[in-house]
C-alpha cells in the first residue's frame, strides 16, 4: 500500500494557477519530498508506538519515492511505502524479549522452567522457554519449544520431535502495520495539515530565487 502525495489542496492550486509553471513544478516537488520525509518518520513514530519493534527493523522496511522537477523527466508525486513483499513475513526474533532480571528468572526456574538436569554422567543446564512480545501492550508469550539458530537472526521450532524438520516462526510485518486503518489515518492526517504551509514557504522561496524578487 502507499501513500501517495497529489497536489489536490485547494489552496496549493490557487497558488499554482499564479505561477510560473517551472517555478510551481520546483516548489511542489521540494515541498512533496519535504512532506514525504516527515511522514516517514511520523509513520515509524506511530508503527513503533503500537508494536514492539526497533527503529531500525521499522526504518529499514519503509521506502521514499521522492519527487523532481527536472523538465526531461518531470515527476510531482512523491510517496512512502513499505519495502516487504506482500505477503511476507517478519520472523519473531525481531519481538524477542532480550533480557531478563535475576528475580524474574529465579521465579521462571521455580515454576519448572529451565534449570539444570542430569543426563547420565553429567549435568545439563535447560535454557529459560523463548518469550515474546509483538504489541506494546499485553503480556509477553510463551512459544513452547522454539530456539534460536542462524547465528541468532532466525527463531525456529522443530515440526516433530526429531532433530529435524525445523521452520522458521513468522509473524505480522512491517506492511501490515503500515496499513492499519488507525496509524495510517494519523499520518494522513499530518500530510493533509503541513502540506500547504510547506509549500507556500517553498512558493515563497522559488519565486523569490527564480522570480528576480
Known sequence: MQIKI????PSVQRQLDIMRRDIADKAVASALNKT??????????EIRREFNIS???VNDSLRIRRASAVRARLTLEASLESR????RS???????ERSVTMAAARQRVKGGEGGTYQLRNRTVRKALELRFKIRRTGPKKVIKGAFIGNKGRTVFIREDTTRLPIKALQTIDVAQMFNARRINAKVLQLINTRFPSIFANDARFFTA????A
Open 6 to 9: 497529489q497536489t489536490n489542496f
Open 209 to 212: 530565487k527564480f522570480g528576480g
Open 36 to 45: 514525504v520525509t516527515q511522514a516517514k518518520t511520523a509513520m515509524s513514530r
Open 84 to 87: 516487504s513483499k506482500r505477503g
Open 55 to 57: 527503529t531500525q527493523a
Open 90 to 96: 517478519l520472523n519473531l526474533i525481531n519481538f524477542l
